[in-house]
């Protein structure tokens, strides 16, 4: 599985758009880009994944670049609630479910 | 539908015991993973079962192994337990296929101390 890189935290004031960087430049033509968040203490939680074209659901935006060795996840209207550790991961198509967590992003949503 | 459960929550043992941990899947889900996070190494895969047979493995010694039952419910056993075994183990479930093994969902995971 491709490695990721992302900056280890990140604040965002309440109301405004959170954009969480995510960089794999050795990503594969087959493998996509997941995006999971962990509040403390919970088991993490799917957000997001795509392959190379943006996608959107009801929590959040996934803007891959046109190179692919980038993407970027967007919290539209950041809440205190997504404070948590956000992890992109990269992994191939296939039925194993293995999914390999970096260090991840540490979002910190303030009033 | 209710989500994954995990028993117990919260458990402490000794050094040199033997543990197991439960998991419930998702009702219709088949496949089962099973995850350790540590401060220290972050989260780790340890493996998965899919129709009860183990279909990958994580870097984990032999003292770590697990089971899953007809009905998807999945048991890991860690043997002869070390100080550094203390974690927080989170199992996974999904329906096991290629085009939906990427959507897990996460128990709340079971805090294993190890005095």
């Known amino acids: 599985d491709a490695k990721t890189t992302q900056p280890t935290s990140m604040d965002c004031a309440e109301g405004r758009a959170a954009n969480l960087p995510c960089n794999h430049s050795t990503i594969s033509g087959n493998e996509y880009v997941y995006w999971y968040r962990q509040i403390h203490s919970q088991g993490p939680q799917y957000i997001i994944h795509?392959?190379?074209n943006n996608e959107t659901n009801e929590m959040a935006s996934l803007i891959i670049t046109e190179d692919r060795k980038s993407s970027t996840l967007i919290l539209p209207h950041a809440t205190l609630r997504d404070t948590a550790v956000y992890y992109c991961i990269v992994r191939g198509t296939g039925t194993a479910s293995k999914l390999t967590f970096g260090t991840g992003t540490r979002l910190q949503v303030t009033l | 539908k209710a989500g994954v459960t995990q028993t117990p929550r919260y458990l402490i043992k000794t050094r040199g015991q033997q543990v197991t941990l439960s998991c419930s899947p998702i009702?219709?889900?088949?496949?089962v993973s099973w995850y350790q996070q540590t401060p220290g190494q972050g989260l780790q895969f340890l493996f998965e079962?899919?129709?009860?047979?183990?279909?990958n493995k994580g870097n984990f010694p032999g003292r770590f192994s697990g089971r899953q039952f007809s009905n998807s419910r999945s048991e890991m056993n860690v043997s002869t337990l070390e100080l550094g075994d203390s974690a927080l183990y989170l199992c996974?479930?999904?329906?096991?296929?290629?085009?939906?093994?990427?959507?897990?969902?996460f128990g709340p995971g079971t805090r294993l101390t190890v005095t």
């Open positions: 079962y899919f129709s009860e047979t183990q279909r």
């Open positions: 009702s219709g889900h088949r496949s």
């Open positions: 795509g392959l190379k």
């Open positions: 996974a479930s999904s329906l096991g296929t290629a085009q939906s093994s990427y959507e897990q969902y």
